[in-house]
């Protein structure tokens, strides 16, 4: 058997370089001398345009930081304007100098199943990179590479606190030769342990991995729905926050060339009662209006054209409206599934599905984020169990029965934390504060009550042989569902409340994130660590 998978190994690497090479004899010279890539290779030039695009969004991206010094010497450029011209070339040459260096000191070459990256002007960085530690194969083709035909080749690797390889400027086609080539490394590692446990299996597997099946595909109206029920205008907003009293200037002063007094109409002295809420709700319904066709525009672009198709073993999206993006993904590579519902798709019954890999950022842009991930937006249920099903056919994460945790959640949240924080300042106000301070206080306080209890109310576990299922959220709920055995570490905790009332608390630490599953009983915790522990020691398969 050793020595059959030894020879099929061989020939699935021999087909493949022949694939590459008869392919690469159609092409123009350069692109023949590009496929030949054992030597270092420096890419096309217009792999400029990539290095100027760079530049230019890193510095809008810290603009910010600069505003100070603009403000504070404004006053002296107006009166010197001549001041200008240096300062503009200054800047012309920066770019120019900074864009032609980058691309300079750009190179990559394949060496045995490594693909090695130089770069950097200043900081010179040298990336080897094996095929087998990549974890996703992603095809960038930004709208400024779409007229020559050429993309970007991005790969993230198991382990990694950032994207660690980018080749900026290849010929499409070659690409997709070296994307397959990448991937082929991992199909062979499947052959052999598939053809080990179940050479049956290893066929029907083999004969399905050249056919691409299709599993989903999303419309513009799916697209819209996306943006109103998962609005995340909060992180333009944000952003938007130095701005505001300049922003709310403009526009009086935009207002009034149009003969319209803004501040007259928000002087709310003389007033009837009713005017002034016509008013407050005139103003909520177009701040929403606004604030919607951003986040509506912003999943457009995001997702425009979405497809989500399987080859072999492979997950692959495609999706972009300015930037194409293609992200290759592994069912190995999978840690969990993430079923997501905010309380607008809750009433419109609609899901987003999450395909949760090795988290690789701590903090990710929402925008590069989800176009860097596999998420299937606002699904219907039954196309979501198809896919979850399609992923983990022995799952019962829609019929499971989850059980809830302890109400001393709420003893706890309620009346140890929020409620001695809140009585003093109560009494504060009451007694030296106007009564605004007083009803608002009451509010606040009201409304962080609501969120611990329908946190505990959301809060639920279940688990069977295979999977371990969490579901929480707030006025939302997330579904949590993942194999035992791709857990790697499990923490059991008990701090002296807890220990009084018998419970415990149960964090599982996977490569995708922590989760936990707070107040249930200790001898239940206990149960769930132990058997979790015996399925991730007993199996043999791979967390990745």
Known sequence: MTS?????????????TQTIEESSKGNTEENAKQN?????????????????AKFIKGFISNFIFVLPAIFISFNKLTENPEIWLPVLLGLVSLLLLSTGLSFYFFQYRLNNDHIEIRSGVISKK?????FARIQNVKLEQPLYYRWFNYTCLALDTAG???QEAKVVALKSEFAEQLKAEILAQHQTDNTEQASTNNSEQAAVTKQNANTE??????S?????????TNNRIWIFLGGLAPFFDDIGNYLVTLFKGLGIDIEQ???FADKPVWQIGLYALTLTIIFLLVISLFSIAGSVITFYNYTLTKLGDKYIRRSGLITKHEVTMRLSRLQMIVKQQDWLDLLLKRINLKYEQINTSAAPNEVNAQSNKIIVPSIYPNECTALINDVYPENKMSTVSYQSISKHFLVRNLGFVLTPIFVPLLGLFAFSGPAEMVVGSVAAYSFLALLIVMRWYRWGYASDDKFIYIRKGFFGVDYYCFPIYKVQQVQVKQSWFLKRKQLCSIELILAAGMQSIPFINDNIGLILADKTLFAVESTSKSWM
């Open 220 to 228: 513009i109206q799916d697209l819209i729905i996306h943006g109103l």
């Open 265 to 267: 109409l928000l002087t």
């Open 36 to 52: 030949t890539t054992a030597q270092w290779q420096r890419i096309h030039p217009i792999g400029i345009i990539y290095f100027l």
């Open 4 to 16: 059959q998978t030894n020879v099929e190994k061989a020939v699935i690497a021999n087909t493949t």
């Open 213 to 218: 099946q299709l599993l989903n595909t999303r």
């Open 126 to 130: 040298h990336l080897n990179l094996p």
């Open 160 to 162: 990694s606190a950032k």
